[in-house]
């Protein structure tokens, strides 16, 4: 196993790894880098419990190489909130019970946080086809889309992002 | 007393919230400790075989592995993973058929040896040196093929492979008799799905051994003193040696009441002297941890031309699987819902537990009720078509009332399905629809309702003991320590509202510490919706004990007797002279720190052991469009009208509705465990081929939560969260049925049997 | 998996002699979300990953000078989805992409990494299909232009010769008067399909002057349901004349049983899917 240093930014911090090729990010993130918030449910990119923003783009870390995101900006759920100020998908998940075993929690609010940043006044519909690809086995998705709805409208009145 | 309810009944925020939205929470698979090593469990590739020899010496050698262990290095008790055998007041129905690490394999999938290493890849590498000879057996898939003369025999002690005959306690009356009543008999075989509950958090354990000798473990299981015992047990210690730490759990449904990884997981963290974990793969998960109870059954119902019923009977053959596991308490609970929905003189019901080389069906939510309520529901529709009468009066005609015995035997303290019915009827605007013409180019509508009632825990048949207590800190906050198991449910953060409501502090002045065998107190664990009503109550004692205590060192202060005194929103006053109090800080402090006589950290102990089970109720009304060129079923909308007593928190009482009717949409259409009929191998392994509904494939739904407090709950609270995946089902079935007269038996009900069953017409 | 090496090459060329020099075990990581799974479970071996999201020149999504558009290697799926050209001019290769429910997979996956997997099932190749793409194809010594229907040659096996790998796709010109559908039946949103048609149809003065049919998930292969297709061809196109043609259609697919569904279910619904993709492909001419 040929091992290789290598330089990651995360969450607006700077890592330097050791690291092999075969090292997915979603390895990378929560062995490597103790943030263990981005979950791994099924490991072929199937639920969506993985996702992370890489340069602001949704992406599935059980499905991606490590070093191919080298120097480019990962942000995690760990990186959302600011201090103790929550996000305001973060604050809309708890107020409107979105939250159950809270697995999938993390993946549904940065892919609702990549669909928020790309349009700020979704539809319903366009809120459950954005998470279409994010499974939840607890909450039956009622109150998650009720929370991206919500924190859009939050957004929206000025909370900030 | 207190007029308006503060905290009881609002949409507070869960308990772990925080934690779980800021990626903070550590569930078992999070776990890291220091020196900790990998843990995998190979498995068998043949459903049924001989192990000859293990050959681990190449495993050995591998550098970095630590740990080989196989059926040798086990302790030699044959033990059964559920957890009922230690508390059912009538355990002779179990089964203890399994080792730690099987000496023979009965299903692929089954442990054969483990392996500890200082990483995954190693972990992987050794298991793949390990060398196995096997004498590949005859195998049997099927039960009804499983209980024939000469099928091969899984268990030395089950000669046709029937592991346990039941005669349904609550049988009564004559069946016969009953069925010679009836104007119209309607007899049908149904073969329930074999779901898998997929939850997200993968299976995991994690195990290690202090430096003293005690044993830590860390896992998702239910019932963390009854499973701890388990493996006490095992490995020949006293369970105070243990510590049980459960941590956030990603989803759980029941699966957990079994143990799955954690013998074999304190296994090797014995043999290597380091902290092991143990983290299955989502194909592992699939292949290796309990799926729902699955049957044959054979279901009968007689009903006059009145609608009046006058048999039923049932005849359930388990398929079981591998391993024994719950096999008896689902089958028995199936029966129970079977014949006790409804007021009947003559009912029977028997099941056969049968053994078969697939993986053991276990007890998922529902547990058995879902399946026989599924049976039962769909009978009635059918036989409502043959007389000519609507479903709903039909089911009128027989509907239990308070007073009558739930499905349990137990008398009812109150009964609302008379009154769901007609709620969610008006609601859904159920005798206009059924009225409607039903085509609409290739799609046909078409609309149905189920009944259910269920369990508020699974008293009488077991023991239930439940303990909290409560310390209130200086500053007038207070610890409420509790076994109060979290799988979503958010029971934590109910009893810190029942708490908060009692002492008249706020929910946030309440801080739970849960999920630790050292500091908790004794709990059975939770299962069949038990946690609300039964953890609840003794949530309030040990609140009321405290909130006593608060009032008689606060009427000291005030020099009045306690009995005048209220407590509410973090303040005592004077009932008769509101104006008149004093901080509940202020008396919490000057207690603990008194300079002037007895020091007292205020605390409430309680206590609480069943004497009822009050079953909450449903009626779910069920819409769907099928597409009768192509057998599509669309679910246009589901209505559920809910009766779970007192709602403590509406969030999460419309939550587990909402995800109960999401399973059950998968359960009923769309979710097929296929297992290979010539190898046994399971081919749905991942969610790449095992299709949960996503967002986009359940349907609008409606909730309505009625409210009828039982008296015997706290607050007023019943159960809610295992029945929701009862009703359903049979709603949808009973929908299909009435758009394009197919009667499901065989679940899923996918397009392609759907469209077989339209053509053959 | 792995251990494996791995490269990220600036040009085709050093990517394609990477290509020839290590044949079989040689991989290409586009999007990465089918490779990298499959290498985890262990479905397929990789000696070497070769990553080609950094070679300028693959995103591109633009006509040439002929007006037919053309997509590269590295086009996300997300970006041709939300190409109002692509929308515009090839309705059913939108609709194709629309459909898959996972936006994550969208924004990380490409077409051409899509249809290199060379599964029968894939959506995006039915549609491709009926479009008559091409596809460019560059080798360490030359390129190569080949119709998609030659680039497929088996279940999970293409064209594609040691050394070469597929750099984009070409749309042709849709000639006037055609009307294209594409319908699929899933077992939920996020599957595969279980049998899924695309249909091209050209209509003047009522009658079909060309048919391309297109039905995936019927045979190791996406396939042209071609002898349906010569039915049509000359033909006014009446419900009784498209239900015919569904019915050939349907007999010329080679469906198995599988996890999704049965040969059976599948060969009556490609009779039901091509009936109903031609009625809507001849409505959208009339539109």
Redesign the interface.
């Known amino acids: 196993?040929?091992k290789e240093v290598a330089y990651f930014k995360v969450n607006g911090r700077s890592y330097e790894v050791i690291l092999?090729?075969?090292t997915?990010l979603s390895e990378l993130l929560?062995e490597h880098l103790?943030?263990?918030?981005?979950?791994?449910?099924?490991?072929?990119?199937?639920?969506?419990?993985c996702?992370v923003l890489v340069d602001g783009?949704?992406?599935?870390a059980?499905?991606?190489?490590a070093?191919?995101v080298r120097g480019k900006e990962v942000l995690?759920?760990?990186g959302?909130?600011k201090g103790t100020q929550?996000h305001p998908l973060?604050q809309a998940?708890?107020?409107?019970?979105a939250?159950?075993?809270?697995?999938?929690?993390?993946g549904m609010?940065m892919?609702a946080k990549?669909?928020l940043d790309k349009n700020p006044n979704p539809s319903r519909q366009e809120v459950?086809?954005?998470?279409?690809?994010?499974?939840?086995?607890?909450?039956?998705?009622?109150?998650?889309?009720d929370a991206v709805m919500a924190a859009a409208e939050a957004m929206g009145k000025g909370a900030d992002r | 007393m207190i007029d308006e309810l503060s905290v009881i009944g609002k949409r507070v925020s869960r308990w772990g919230a925080y934690d779980r939205v800021t990626g903070a929470a550590k569930y078992t698979v999070d776990i890291k400790l220091p020196r900790m090593l990998v843990g995998k469990v190979l498995t068998s590739p043949y459903p049924h075989a001989r192990i000859i020899k293990i050959d681990k010496s190449k495993a050995e050698k591998l550098p970095g592995v630590e740990a080989v262990i196989t059926f040798e290095d086990i302790p030699k008790k044959l033990f059964t993973p559920n957890r009922h055998d230690l508390i059912l007041y009538h355990p002779e129905n179990e089964r203890k058929d399994m080792y730690v690490i099987s000496e023979k394999a009965r299903f692929v999938g089954d442990r054969v040896a483990a392996v500890a290493a200082v990483d995954a890849a190693t972990a992987q590498k050794a298991l793949e040196l390990i060398e196995v000879k096997y004498e590949v057996l005859p195998a049997v898939l099927d039960p009804i093929e499983a209980m024939k003369p000469g099928a091969p025999r899984i268990h030395d002690f089950a000669p046709n492979n029937i592991s346990l005959h039941l005669n349904f306690p609550g049988s009564r009356g004559d069946v016969e008799k009953g069925f010679g009543e009836a104007d119209c008999v309607i007899e049908e075989t149904f073969r329930t799905s074999k779901q898998h509950i997929s939850q997200l958090e993968p299976c995991a354990c994690a195990a290690s051994f202090g430096p003293d000798g005690r044993l830590t473990i860390w896992s998702p299981g239910q019932s963390a003193f009854l499973q701890r015992r388990k493996v006490a047990e095992l490995f020949d210690m006293p369970e105070g040696m243990i510590k049980w730490i459960t941590p956030h759990v990603g989803g759980s449904f029941g699966k957990s009441g079994a143990l799955s990884v954690e013998p074999i997981c304190v296994a090797l963290t014995k043999k290597t002297g380091k902290p092991v974990k143990i983290e299955y793969s989502r194909e592992e998960d699939f292949r290796g941890t309990e799926t729902r109870q699955t049957y044959v059954a054979t279901g009968k119902i007689g009903v006059k031309k009145d609608g009046t019923i006058t048999a039923l009977q049932e005849k359930l053959i388990v398929d079981g699987g591998a391993y024994f596991s719950r096999n008896s308490t689902t089958s028995m609970a199936s029966m129970g819902g079977f014949t006790g929905l409804y007021r009947c003189p003559n009912v029977a019901a028997e099941a056969d537990c049968v053994y078969t080389n697939i993986l053991t069906t276990g007890g998922i939510r529902g547990y058995g009720n879902s399946e026989g309520t599924c049976v039962l529901e769909q009978l009635v529709d059918k036989a409502a078509k043959e007389i000519g009468m609507d479903p709903i009066q039909l089911r009128l005609r027989n509907i239990k009332k308070a007073g009558d015995p739930d499905n349990k035997g137990l008398p009812m303290e109150t009964c609302t399905l008379e009154e769901l019915i007609k709620v969610g009827a008006e609601k859904i605007g159920w005798a206009e629809k059924r009225a409607r013409k039903k085509q609409n180019g290739t799609k046909k509508y078409g609309i149905g309702m189920a009944i259910m009632m269920d369990v508020s825990g699974a008293h009488p048949s077991c023991i239930q003991h439940r303990n909290a207590y409560i310390k209130f800190n200086e500053d007038g906050s207070a610890n409420l320590v509790v076994t109060a198991y979290d799988m979503g449910q958010n029971l934590p953060g109910a009893c810190a509202q029942i708490a908060a409501e009692v002492l008249g502090i706020r929910y946030e002045d309440i801080h739970i510490l849960n999920g630790d065998t050292d500091s908790t107190m004794f709990d059975t664990g939770i299962g069949a919706s038990a946690g609300l009503y039964q953890v609840g109550q003794a949530v309030m004692k040990a609140a009321q004990e405290a909130r006593r205590q608060l009032l008689e060192r606060a009427g000291k202060r005030l020099r009045l007797a306690p009995e005048e005194l209220e407590v509410r929103d973090r303040r005592i006053y004077v009932k008769s002279d509101p104006q008149r109090g004093i901080s509940v800080a202020e008396v919490t402090r000057q207690a603990t720190y008194n300079l002037e006589g007895e020091h007292l950290n205020i605390f409430g102990k309680g206590s609480f052991s069943p004497t009822q089970s009050p079953p909450p109720f449903a009626t779910v009304f069920a819409e769907v469009e099928v597409d009768t060129e192509t057998g599509e079923v669309r679910v246009q909308k589901i209505l559920y009208v809910n009766d779970s007593g007192r709602v403590i928190n509406p969030a999460t009482v419309e939550g587990q509705i909402e995800g109960g009717i999401a399973q059950s949409v998968g359960y009923c259409l769309t979710e097929d465990y296929v297992i290979n009929r010539e190898t046994g191998v399971l081919e749905s392994d991942n969610f790449t081929t095992y299709k949960i509904p996503s967002a986009l494939d359940v349907p609008e739904t409606e909730v309505i939560l009625y409210e009828e407090p039982v008296p015997s709950g706290p607050f007023g609270a019943k159960g809610v969260g295992h029945g929701t995946t009862i009703a359903v089902n049979p709603a949808i079935a009973n929908a299909i049925y009435d758009a394009v007269g197919v009667f499901i038996t065989d679940m899923p009900a996918t397009p392609e049997k759907i469209f077989e069953a339209l053509r053959r017409r | 998996m792995g251990p494996f090496e791995y490269f990220e090459p600036r040009t085709v060329g050093e990517a394609t002699k990477l290509l020839f020099i290590h044949g079989e075990k040689a991989k290409i990581m586009a999007g990465g979300i089918d490779l990298i799974p499959r290498l985890r479970k262990g479905e397929i071996k990789a000696g070497y990953v070769v990553n080609i999201q950094n070679i300028p020149g693959l995103e591109h999504i633009e006509p040439n000078q002929k007006g037919e558009i053309t997509f590269g290697a590295m086009a996300r799926l997300r970006s041709i989805e939300g190409s109002e050209t692509i929308q515009n001019k090839y309705p059913i290769l939108y609709e194709a992409i629309h459909q898959i429910t996972s936006v994550q997979t969208k924004y990380m996956g490409t077409a051409v990494g899509n249809l290199c997997v060379a599964t029968p099932a894939s959506d995006i190749a039915t549609s491709l299909f009926a479009l008559g793409a091409r596809l460019k194809i560059s080798g360490v010594k030359d390129e190569r232009a080949e119709p998609i229907e030659k680039f497929y040659v088996d279940y999970h096996l293409t064209s594609l010769k040691q050394g070469e790998m597929v750099t984009g796709v070409l749309l042709p010109n849709p000639p006037p008067g055609t009307g294209t559908a594409f319908l699929n039946l899933v077992r939920t949103h996020a599957d595969i399909a279980k049998i899924s048609v695309a249909a091209a149809i050209v209509v003047q003065n009522g009658i079909c002057r060309e048919a391309r049919l297109a039905i995936g998930a019927a045979a190791p292969t996406v396939l042209r349901a071609v002898n349906a297709e010569a039915f049509l061809m000359g033909q006014k196109v009446t419900p009784e004349v498209i239900h015919k043609a569904a019915e050939i259609a349907a007999g010329e697919t080679k469906p198995i049983t599988d996890i999704r569904s049965t040969a059976g279910y599948r060969r009556e619904m490609a009779k039901v899917l091509v009936k109903r993709a031609v009625e809507k492909a001849v409505e959208t001419v009339k539109a």
């Open positions: 196993m040929k092999t090729p075969e997915t929560r103790d943030l263990t918030g981005t979950k791994r449910a099924c490991g072929v990119g199937e639920c969506g419990s996702t783009i949704p992406t599935l059980c499905s991606t190489l070093i191919a995690t759920i760990e959302l909130a929550l973060q998940f708890i107020d409107s019970g939250i159950q075993c809270g697995f999938c929690t993390s609010i892919m990549a669909l459950k086809e954005g998470l279409g690809g994010n499974l939840c086995r607890c909450t039956g998705y009622v109150k998650i889309i």
